[in-house]
């Protein structure tokens, strides 16, 4: 069963606007990942944050944890075209080994 | 370059027969994973490894079977694959063998199943 569920499914941008997703998860975990998808194609690894933070930049990248309502959220800022992509978060908890992937949001950034 | 490596890409298959995905990765990775992706469910782990000779069940194991003989391979095995397997491919592989490090992905396989 999925662990994560982002929102929105769906999401649809102009370019330089801030776009922001949110994932949601039902246990508690050890770390939580997003990863980015183009359109057919293998996941690229974005950030980790791991349980005991709740905060963590990366470029124009920022990703928050709150633990206490299981929840995380992804903010790209000044959004460009080439961000167009599928957005996954991906859990995974310290009772076990294997990793817990939501259904994505799907980013459209118009230039 | 570092990279995991997927064959075949693409493949058309009937009911009924045998077939095998397989999964290379050059980076001495210890954990690799196959998950498969269908529209709206996003990513189910299928089978892990946490090393040579250890494998586990991930979310949807049935009708699959895998092995891990060496670090660097990871084969996905369909003994008799049928029309509910059709789905796109991944597998990936992550360092020291811990799942919650970041996991590397390959291009993917897209097979259907008749």
């Known amino acids: 069963s999925q662990q994560g569920e982002e929102d929105p499914q769906a999401l649809s941008i102009q370019e330089g606007e801030n776009a922001t997703m949110n994932c949601s998860y039902k246990?508690?975990?050890?770390?939580l990942q997003w990863y980015r998808q183009n359109s057919g194609r293998g996941l690229v690894h974005l950030i980790l944050?791991?349980?005991?933070?709740r905060e963590k930049h990366s470029g124009r990248l920022r990703v928050t944890l709150d633990t206490s309502k299981k929840s995380s959220s992804l903010l790209i800022t000044a959004s460009r075209a080439a961000d167009t992509a599928s957005y996954f978060c991906a859990t995974d908890a310290w009772s076990n080994n294997d990793m817990r992937f939501g259904a994505g949001t799907r980013l459209t950034v118009k230039p | 370059e570092a990279q995991v490596t997927q064959n075949p890409r693409y493949l058309i298959t009937v009911t009924g027969k045998k077939l095998t995905v397989t999964c290379s990765q050059n980076?001495?990775?210890?954990?690799m994973s196959w998950y498969r992706q269908d529209p709206g469910l996003g990513l189910r782990q299928i089978y892990y490894?946490?090393?040579?000779?250890?494998?586990d069940k991930g979310d949807v194991p049935e009708g699959y079977k895998v092995s891990r003989k060496e670090k660097r391979n990871f084969p996905l095995i369909l003994e008799s694959p049928s029309p509910n397997q059709t789905s796109l491919y991944f597998c990936a592989s992550s360092t020291e063998g811990r799942a919650f490090d970041e996991q590397f992905f390959g291009p993917g396989t897209r097979l259907t199943v008749l």
């Open positions: 490894s946490m090393n040579v000779e250890v494998t």
């Open positions: 980076m001495n990775h210890e954990y």
């Open positions: 944050i791991r349980s005991n933070e």
């Open positions: 246990t508690s975990i050890n770390n």
